[in-house]
């Protein structure tokens, strides 16, 4: 009885000891304010630093390309995926034309102000948007930014060297819609 009082005692001290010495995780840096421009060589946030974002509380990370590309080639793994051509062109806006082209000039965009934004966007959280190059997501950021929300383009999937890279398969194909 005496000896294993002494081993719990020198258990919890060994404990206790440990406990007190172990690191502390390294605090968050702030989340840093969004700038204006809807380029992504403005944005503070980048591919070259998403790493740094992910998996944080206070941020989600939105990647704007369609199935095919995301499974193709590739993903960052913790990113959330809403296509823009699948699903937000025609719901959330429809872009307006120049010359009977689609174009990305977000002046001239309709937006779907019926769009249930809200369930697709945190307005409490920093919203970190990238596609393949960063063209639908600096799109996507003005729409969001004349909402209210706190935005991102963090470029091009191109670009993201991270640890977080799932390669696609190459070979990922949606099937052809049925026939009416």
Request: glycine fraction near 10%.
């Amino acid at each position: 009885m005496k000896k294993s009082a002494i081993g719990l005692a020198l258990a919890g001290l060994i404990l206790a000891a440990g406990c007190a010495t172990a690191p502390k995780a390294p605090a968050l840096a702030a989340v840093p304010a969004p700038v204006a421009s809807a380029a992504a060589k403005d944005s503070p946030i980048t591919m070259a630093n998403l790493d740094d974002f992910l998996g944080r509380r206070d941020v989600v990370v939105v990647d704007l390309r369609n199935f095919e590309e995301r499974f193709n080639g590739g993903y960052v793994a913790g990113t959330e995926n809403i296509p823009f051509f699948q699903y937000l062109e025609g719901r959330m806006v429809t872009r307006g034309t120049v010359d009977g082209k689609a174009t990305w000039d977000a002046a001239s965009a309709q937006v779907n102000e019926a769009f249930p934004f809200a369930t697709y966007f945190d307005q409490g959280k920093a919203i970190v948007l990238f596609c393949a190059s960063g063209t639908r997501a600096a799109y996507v950021k003005t729409i969001l930014d004349k909402k209210g929300y706190r935005t991102y383009n963090a470029g091009g999937f191109k670009d993201y060297k991270g640890a977080y890279k799932v390669l696609g398969d190459g070979v990922y194909a949606l099937p052809a819609p049925a026939a009416h």
